[in-house]
């Protein structure tokens, strides 16, 4: 009576186990739709670093360069030559956000002298984008410093430009009524207007001397 019982049971979960396992009618098929969907979306954005890598792999494994920009752009070249147009597209496709503007225009021109150098001297592709590889790798480790060089100078200036408003408010809050100092016609007004004249200034040039030290070629 125990043999039966236990095979029944045995035969009970094997059903049980094989129902589980039977794909349910178009939500599997959906479900697997939805994650290449989904996985191939985020896959666009790898990064110049990760696209610059899939391009130098392709290479070593015996493919050429023109099929490998093919690869990248994730579409065949009506001729089997690399041009600018196409080189800016792939980048622009793989690109992350951040790396757009100058970056992605020398990374475009970096790519383009190594294609030149392959096509026209026969150099090898590789040594090239290992070239390209290491510049993306310096300038990525250059912007990062750059970052945290202006991260602290950022924090000031927006302290800085609260700080008269601040000034105000505890000053409203200790009794002292600066409001209705600055708002009386005679020197209250002239203080504002000289006050806040300054202040315009102050935001101007620190906005110019902020974006003079961000430009490009300053930190190439």
Known sequence: MGDETAAWLAALMTTIASLALLPHSGGATARLTVMSVRSSAQSDRVGLAVLITSLLAYVDNGGGLVEA????SGRRFATREVTWDRVMAMLEGRCLPKEQGATLTIM???LMACYGLSAILGCRASDGLRAVQGMQTRRAALEEAREKAFAVPKATIRLLSILPVLTIIM???MGARPLAFLCRPGPGTICLILGVGFYALGLVWMHLLRNDLSRED???
């Open 108 to 110: 475009a021109q970096a």
């Open 69 to 72: 920009f093919e690869e990248a």
């Open 218 to 220: 300053l930190w190439i």
């Open 171 to 173: 000053g409203e809050l």
